[in-house]
């Protein structure tokens, strides 16, 4: 009798962030004042598995991926250790260095700028996933279209990434991924293959609308309709479960058999905001974590949205979380928009 899978493993963008809190985003060729400075996690995998931690999650959390062989990939590695993430699958290179994001973050929006150097994370390939020794139930992969080798087309099936994640899934292993916010056409091309190997697509409505060509957006709020109407069409791109859309107003959840659920955000008050960065990852860590436990779908995207309000009263992507029900009381305390 084969023992029940549990668990969750994620792979894909490993990276050092260097959060920098500045007066104003400047214009070409003038100054910002940087008030203060922190070292935290980045990328889709490293944040959401510390997010699960810190959530207080009952069940193994490992990672997959790259680092270099350098201080940095030594600070991820003994990060990964104080929050009990398996890092048995997370692999050294000395071929780059680990790659590594300054994260520019206006103080008086949150709203922040990336300047990446792609490092290790560009060399990561098929060859570094090994689902055969992983009792994990959920494999979750980040983010698309900012890992060169697994964008990469593959003949069989599209991207180099939708033959990983088709290999997880003849592995036993439920599936999610996620994208990064790239201001380009290659979302189709990249993304979608990878829809027929996904059990759970979570991503933000931006990204949403550059997958199906929907403007989900307009005058500075979401449009119901083209929300719904992308989310539609990524289901019928292959998604098998379920697509999870988040966006600062709240979240939203589409289901192969056409269940429909949106959750409001949180009405934080003046001040609270530190930072964005990681927003979106905690978010996912919610979702996770809810659909990992079996509770419902609305639940789930109450746990994302609580999550992502606890996440934004830090700079970097991972200080404000805490434990769930910690979480769970921000919504007492500040109430959920109309």
């Known amino acids: 009798m084969s023992t029940p899978r549990n668990g ?11 959060v920098k809190i500045i007066d ?17 996690s980045g990328g889709s995998p490293f944040n959401m598995l510390v997010d699960l931690a810190l959530l207080g999650a009952k069940f193994p959390l490992a990672g997959s991926g790259l680092v270099g ?3 940095n990939g030594r600070w991820i590695l003994d990060f990964c250790k104080k929050h009990g993430i398996d890092c048995t699958h997370l692999q050294k290179t000395a071929d780059a260095l680990t790659s590594f994001t300054d994260v520019m973050t206006v103080k008086d929006t949150g709203r922040r700028t990336f300047f990446h150097a792609r490092g290790a994370n560009a060399l990561l390939d ?17 983010y698309l279209l900012l890992l060169d080798k697994l964008d990469a087309h593959s003949a069989t099936h599209g991207t180099v990434a939708a033959e990983v994640l088709a290999r997880a899934q003849e592995a036993g292993l439920k599936t999610s991924v996620d994208c990064v916010s790239e201001d380009s056409d290659r979302f189709p091309k990249v993304v979608t293959p990878a829809l027929k190997h996904v059990d759970y697509c979570i991503m933000n409505e931006f990204e949403a609308g550059r997958c199906t060509g929907r403007r989900v957006r307009k005058n500075e709020k979401i449009d119901p309709i083209q929300l719904r109407g992308a989310m539609q069409l990524l289901i019928e ?12 107003e709240g979240g939203c959840a589409l289901g192969r058999d056409g269940t429909w659920h949106e959750h409001p955000s949180l009405k934080l008050p003046p001040g609270y905001v530190k930072g964005a960065a990681g927003a979106g990852d905690a978010f996912g860590a919610g979702v996770l974590l809810g659909w990992h436990e079996g509770v419902s779908v609305p639940d789930q995207l109450r746990y994302g949205v609580c999550a992502a309000a606890a996440n934004l009263s830090a700079e970097t992507c991972t200080d404000g979380m805490r434990p769930l029900d910690d979480c769970l009381a921000l919504a007492k305390r500040f109430s959920f928009r109309a």
């Open 8 to 18: 969750i493993i994620a792979g894909g963008n490993w990276i050092v962030d260097a």
């Open 24 to 40: 104003v985003w400047p214009q070409q060729d003038t100054l910002a004042n940087i008030f203060s400075t922190a070292k935290g």
């Open 69 to 71: 062989d350098d201080d």
């Open 126 to 142: 098929a060859s570094h996933f090994d689902f055969s020794t992983t009792n994990a139930r959920i494999f979750h992969l980040g």
């Open 237 to 248: 791109a292959g998604v098998r479960e379920r697509v999870v859309v988040h966006y600062p």
